[in-house]
Structures are given as C-alpha cells and as structure tokens.
C-alpha cells in the first residue's frame, strides 16, 4: 500500500517523525534514530497483533488501530500539550 501522507507545511515531515520517536521512547520502546519505524514492530509484538515488514493485509482494521491508535493518541495529547504551553508563553 502506498503511503498517501501529504503534509502541508515544508519540514513538517521531519518535525512528525521525531516527535513519533519521542512520544514511543516515552512509552518504553527502544527508538533506532536511524530506523525509528521498527519501534512499531516491537510495540505491535507487546499487543499481540502479527505485523511484519512489507504486506499486512492480513491482519484487521482493529489490529491496526490498536497500534495506529496507541501512537496517535499519544501525539495528540502531546501536541494540545505543546500548543498549550505555546498559548501560555504568549499571555
């Protein structure tokens, strides 16, 4: 599957990637800063989903979730948490 991505702001890709790497490290997974997608495999092996490199069409839309979501979520909480202390430093 092709990764559609398209981020609108120039550099944002960069910015989303290391925060990804920060917010798993925080989570306890070992985080390679050469190869940080393979902390997904090691969290989706804590969860007990059968992710592997290349062709997951597999496993379910739950599965997915499980490790799409427990990432995500994670972002976004620290992403309200960052734009909260932006909007503090500006009163």
Known sequence: ???????????AKKGM??????V???QG??????RPENAKYE???????????GYN????????GKIGGNIGGQM???MVQMAENSLKNKQ
Do not use: R
């Open 1 to 11: 599957m092709a990764n559609n991505n398209h981020y609108l702001v120039p550099g």
């Open 43 to 53: 969290m989706a092996q804590d969860l007990g989903v059968p992710l592997k490199k």
């Open 29 to 34: 997974y070992n985080v390679n800063v050469n």
């Open 57 to 64: 069409g597999d496993i379910t839309a739950k599965q997915a």
């Open 17 to 22: 990637q290391q925060l990804k790497e920060k």
């Open 76 to 78: 976004v909480k620290e």
């Open 24 to 26: 798993m490290a925080e």
